[in-house]
């Protein structure tokens, strides 16, 4: 299994300042087809989980500018320019290169 | 817009099997290359995927939970299913459907007698 292992865990900022989560893959995650199956996922409180970033740097309809994601291999990376208010919780990577799909442990983001 | 909806018992007694629905709308779940997939989340833990089913029916499992899981579909009601037998303490958890883009808001299953 491909494990997935995020830094740091938790992170708590300041409103208006940015964060950034790492998350490092124990195999590289491009697949055959060349693309990179790495994701990012937001959960805020008693909510669902919600997809924010796709194949490393692709936002998903609906998700704020200030995210991003880069990276590449083994190596990705989530930032938020500018962090609000809203953007408190849990955030997760997770592969879907290889079976079976796995999740990051996640990193709680919380405000100051 | 697409939505998934989770069904199912919110209580199971140990050693008898979890099973739950989800049904999708606002797209078919046969028309298009996608994974729909069952992952579940115990109580102030992280996630962990159960498996997937394909668009064209193959299914894929944790290796974790194999031997005790089967996913299903059923095209005619739009809908995708979960079953995992001989549950014990250590399945209670939300299990939430999801095709990765779309999440169902997730259904706490207890297992208890």
């Known amino acids: 299994d491909i494990v997935m292992t995020q830094t740091p865990l938790s992170s708590p900022v300041t409103l208006g300042q940015p964060a950034s989560i790492s998350c490092r893959s124990s195999?590289?995650?491009?697949?055959?087809?060349?693309?990179?199956?790495l994701s990012w996922l937001q959960q805020r409180p008693g909510q669902p989980p919600r997809l924010l970033i796709y194949?490393?740097?692709n936002r998903f309809s609906g998700v704020p500018d200030r995210f991003s994601g880069s990276g590449a291999g083994t190596d990705f990376t989530l930032k938020i320019s500018r962090v609000e208010a809203e953007d408190v919780g849990v955030y997760y990577c997770?592969?879907?290169?290889?079976?079976?799909?796995?999740f990051g442990q996640g990193t709680k983001v919380e405000i100051k | 817009q697409l939505q998934l909806q989770e069904s199912g018992p919110g209580l199971v007694k140990p050693s008898e099997t979890l099973s739950l629905t989800c049904t999708v709308s606002g797209g078919s779940i046969s028309s298009s290359s996608y994974y729909w997939g069952w992952i579940r989340q115990p109580p102030g833990k992280g996630l962990e995927w159960i498996g997937s089913i394909y668009y064209s029916g193959s299914t894929y499992y944790n290796p974790s939970l194999k031997s005790r899981v089967t996913i299903s579909v059923d095209t005619s009601k739009n809908q995708f299913s979960l079953k995992l037998s001989s549950v014990t303490a250590a399945d209670t958890a939300v299990y939430y459907c999801a095709r990765l883009d779309a999440w169902g808001q997730g259904t706490l299953v207890t297992v208890s007698s």
């Open positions: 195999q590289s995650l491009v697949h055959s087809d060349g693309n990179t199956y």
């Open positions: 997770t592969q879907a290169t290889q079976f079976p799909w796995t």
């Open positions: 194949k490393i740097s």
